[in-house]
């Protein structure tokens, strides 16, 4: 079955501690990213990641850090995590946009993260 | 990406079909319509996209007018797990970062 999976699902962790969300996709797409969703802000991108080794800022990337050494993995680090990183957050996956119709993106089941 | 207008809220009734608007007055002849759907606090889910033409699947119907400045997604017979926020996204697909820009979206209440 074609899915992308999130580990863990739900995290509890305290300020400072240093935590990594994983994202694994099993249908050999190129493009991989992490969304964050807040209440009254929706869903804002965090890292995107065109390839392997090749990763670059979305709209709200102070905080995380992400790494793609497979094509198939981009986990999400929070080196340092404050109170403001709660958030419930999604990892998304697609083919490269150049072919209009494989363009969809599939998105993980969510983790959502507290920091106390 | 162009941006897009959809109403907060809608209902339907169950069986009954939902047509769910968006306005895109500013689209770009590049630019295609998406739809995705999130249940409760799920991960978004593709439905379907188009650029001009309309378009079925087998979740739904996508109509674009003529002058592709507005569209409506059709859910032909609404269930009660249809139920959830359904997001209108304009993307241009030449040279794109990939990013999806999430609006408020249309939360669509389905009911018995």
């Known amino acids: 079955e074609a899915q992308v999976t999130q580990n863990p699902r739900y995290l509890i962790t305290v300020t400072g501690k240093k935590l990594t969300v994983t994202c694994s996709q099993n249908m050999n797409h190129e493009y991989m990213s992490w969304y964050r969703q807040d209440p009254g802000l929706g869903l804002r991108q965090i890292y995107y990641s065109m390839n392997v080794e090749v990763t670059d800022k979305g709209d709200v990337p102070e905080g995380y850090k992400v790494s793609r050494k497979e094509k198939r993995n981009f986990p999400l680090i929070l080196e340092s995590p404050s109170p403001n990183q709660t958030s419930l957050y999604f990892c998304a996956s697609s083919f490269w946009v150049g072919a209009a119709e494989k363009t969809e993106a599939f998105f993980g089941q969510g983790t959502r993260l507290t920091v106390v | ?64 007018t003529e002058d592709r400045k507005s569209s409506t997604l059709i859910l032909p017979h609404a269930t009660l797990r249809d139920t959830a926020v359904y997001y209108c996204i304009v993307r241009d697909l030449s040279g794109n970062t990939g990013k999806l820009i999430f609006g408020q979206g249309t939360t669509l209440q389905v009911k018995p």
């Not at chain 2, 009954?16 to 995705?36: F, K």
């Open chain 2, 1 to 64: 990406d162009a941006k897009t207008t959809q109403p907060t809220s809608m209902d339907c009734a169950e069986g009954r079909a939902a047509n769910l608007p968006c306005n895109h007055s500013t689209i770009s002849g590049n630019e295609y319509v998406y739809w995705y759907r999130q249940i409760h606090s799920q991960g978004p889910q593709y439905i379907i996209h188009g650029l001009k033409n309309n378009e079925t699947n087998e979740m739904a119907s996508l109509i674009i």
